[in-house]
């Protein structure tokens, strides 16, 4: 049973590149998120999805952009990296509709912007 | 957006019950109440939701007050393996979502 899939594991990029984090999920769940986690610090959330096709903006969207063309893959995009989204990403999904009644998460991207 | 308050860390010993208090005032009355857990260097796992009603399940206990304005997540006896961070991230009403806050450090003393 695979779950969620996050790739890649860790990426140490430059800042002005452009960066594409992965996200794939085999059990057919409707809703998926991303969320970035400092050290230290609770998780935030960044973009999700309630379903294939459409997307919304959480707490700290600004400088990443998301798609979700179909159900089972959700990638996060940077478009110019800046040191400040140096942080590790999760992407989740959630059984349950229209409550999510338990979310799955992937073992995270530890994300370095130097 | 919903909010809810949890104490920053909070220590107990192995083998002891644990009771991790959670206050969510601004829950609305179809709002599920969640706990998950985020052990070091790995992603947060689901540990219990409800809405009404005391749960229970392998992992632990939900305690949920009469008026829903606050819950106990219960670890009937602790072991080392508990340490983690302890999250109740509010429903946002209307939105499949899961807002996480700071949580709660549990340290287990041996």
């Known amino acids: 049973i695979a779950g969620i899939t996050q790739a890649p594991t860790s990426q140490i990029l430059a800042a002005g590149r452009r960066m594409t984090l992965r996200c794939t999920q085999d059990m057919r769940h409707n809703a998926m998120y991303w969320y970035r986690q400092d050290l230290g610090l609770g998780l935030r959330l960044i973009h999700y999805?309630?379903?294939?096709?459409?997307?919304g903006k959480g707490e700290v969207p600004d400088g990443y952009s998301v798609s979700r063309a179909n159900t089972d893959d959700f990638p996060l995009t940077l478009a110019s990296a800046v040191p400040s989204q140096t942080s590790v990403y999760f992407c989740a999904s959630t059984v349950g509709n229209p409550y999510p009644t338990e979310a799955f998460f992937g073992q995270g991207t530890r994300l370095t912007v130097v | 957006d919903a909010k809810t308050t949890q104490p920053n860390s909070m220590e107990s010993n192995e083998e002891e019950p644990v009771h991790l208090p959670c206050n969510h005032s601004t829950i609305s009355g179809t709002d599920y109440i969640h706990w998950y857990r985020q052990l070091p260097s790995q992603g947060p796992e689901y540990v219990i939701h409800g809405l009404t009603s005391n749960v229970n399940n392998r992992m632990a206990s939900l305690a949920i007050a009469e008026d829903r304005k606050s819950s106990t997540l219960i670890l009937h006896r602790a072991t080392l393996r508990d340490a983690a961070v302890y999250y109740c991230?509010?429903?946002?009403?209307?939105?499949?979502?899961?807002?996480f806050g700071q949580g709660t450090r549990l340290t287990i003393n041996p």
């Open positions: 991230p509010p429903q946002v009403q209307g939105a499949q979502k899961l807002v």
């Open positions: 999805s309630n379903t294939a096709g459409t997307t």
